[in-house]
């Protein structure tokens, strides 16, 4: 077997501000999480779920993935596959290099007057991983042994997959909240924004759809959109969306950034008005889904099903104590409503 990241794939991702982790992993710090150091706002994760935006270690475990999605800001030399042909680190490679690389890309800021020094104090202190830079995370051969890492470290996590690989997401351990993207209301939208090599792409995503309804803990359906390719049929967006029954929607403007400047235009790329205003003709046709929330810098909008406002009250924090606190099974019977809101 072969490296993922080649000498030459490494050299190119250095030049775009990411830093390797092993044979296929990668990190790079968010845009975010230098704004939040800087005192200048923090996420849409912070906002929506409570995550510390200046303690997140934004990273994939795989290079690779299935697809060539049009918005992605990788790209096309970025390897592509639909098995894993490479060598697998293990997991504690995986996540002490990746770790150590996050520290180092934020040295520069420890010089920097204008940084908010109680942020940049407590960033030295990663408490959450976001599996979803680039490529497809899910397909490294270990991942529910990192994740259960992680946990062991108190450091909880997101994982983002494109819905190609169901056996995967099926066999995926106990996470702290579950993504799949939906980047297509239909098969040949699909087809158009994801550039799958799997020719069975679409039956491919609504298996996982099955899958990610079977999840005991927290999932999310994303859906990046993309203005005058896949901002149509809110009706069918729907329909998958009941299939699975995520606790929560995240509808997405295409943001013009990276390499997807190649194949896209700036004018692809909602308002956040627009955004909003497609994410309430999908709320339309979803009874139990209400508009919760809104990061109008992100371009963000959230449906959030009903069943977490309580007394009134929306409840989507994660309650991080009670999650590091269930045993980190691979699958659990405790319902998810009790183990991850305030």
């Known amino acids: 077997m072969q490296d993922m990241i080649t000498k030459e794939i490494k050299k190119n991702l250095e030049k775009q501000g990411y830093r390797t982790a092993g044979s296929h992993s990668a990190v790079k710090i968010c845009g975010w999480t230098k704004k939040t150091i800087l005192g200048k706002g923090t996420c849409y994760k912070h906002k929506f779920y409570g995550i510390n935006t200046h303690q997140c270690l934004q990273m994939t475990t795989s290079m690779s993935c299935a697809n060539r999605c049009v918005f992605c800001w990788r790209d096309y030399k970025s390897p592509v596959s639909k098995d894993w042909?490479?060598?697998?680190?293990?997991?504690?490679?995986?996540?002490?290099e990746a770790k150590e690389a996050h520290h180092k890309l934020l040295i520069g800021f420890f010089g920097n007057d204008?940084?908010?020094?109680?942020?940049?104090?407590?960033?030295?202190?990663?408490?959450?991983?976001?599996?979803?830079?680039?490529?497809?995370p899910i397909n490294y051969p270990k991942v529910n042994e990192l994740i259960q890492e992680m946990h062991k470290q108190r450091i909880s996590?997101?994982?983002?997959?494109?819905?190609?690989?169901?056996?995967?997401?099926k066999k995926l351990g106990r996470i702290t909240q579950?993504?799949?993207?939906?980047?297509?209301?239909?098969?040949?939208?699909?087809?158009?924004t994801g550039k799958p090599l799997f020719t069975d792409y679409w039956e491919r995503l609504l298996k996982s759809l099955e899958e990610l309804k079977e999840k005991k803990y927290r999932t999310?359906?994303?859906?990046?959109?993309?203005?005058?390719?896949?901002?149509?049929?809110?009706?069918k967006y729907a329909e998958l969306i009941k299939k699975a029954e995520p606790d929560f929607v995240e509808v997405k403007s295409y943001m013009f950034i990276g390499a997807s400047k190649e194949r896209l235009k700036k004018e692809n790329m909602p308002t956040h008005t627009?955004?909003?205003?497609?994410?309430?003709?999908?709320?339309?046709?979803?009874?139990?889904?209400?508009?919760?929330?809104?990061?109008?810098?992100?371009?963000?909008a959230l449906l959030t099903h009903i069943k977490h406002k309580i007394r009134g009250k929306w409840k989507t924090w994660i309650d991080f104590e009670a999650f590091f606190q269930e045993k980190q099974e691979y699958n659990t019977d405790t319902p998810k409503e009790n183990i991850i809101i305030k």
């Open 85 to 96: 042909i490479w060598n697998i680190d293990e997991p504690n490679k995986v996540l002490e």
């Open 220 to 235: 999310c359906i994303r859906i990046t959109l993309i203005k005058g390719m896949n901002d149509k049929n809110p009706e």
């Open 157 to 169: 996590t997101f994982l983002v997959t494109n819905g190609q690989n169901p056996e995967s997401i």
């Open 178 to 192: 579950l993504y799949l993207s939906v980047d297509g209301a239909d098969k040949e939208t699909l087809r158009e």
């Open 114 to 136: 204008k940084t908010d020094k109680k942020a940049l104090k407590e960033s030295k202190k990663i408490k959450h991983a976001a599996l979803s830079l680039t490529g497809e």
């Open 274 to 300: 627009e955004t909003m205003k497609f994410t309430e003709q999908i709320q339309k046709h979803l009874p139990n889904y209400e508009l919760m929330s809104d990061h109008k810098p992100s371009r963000v």
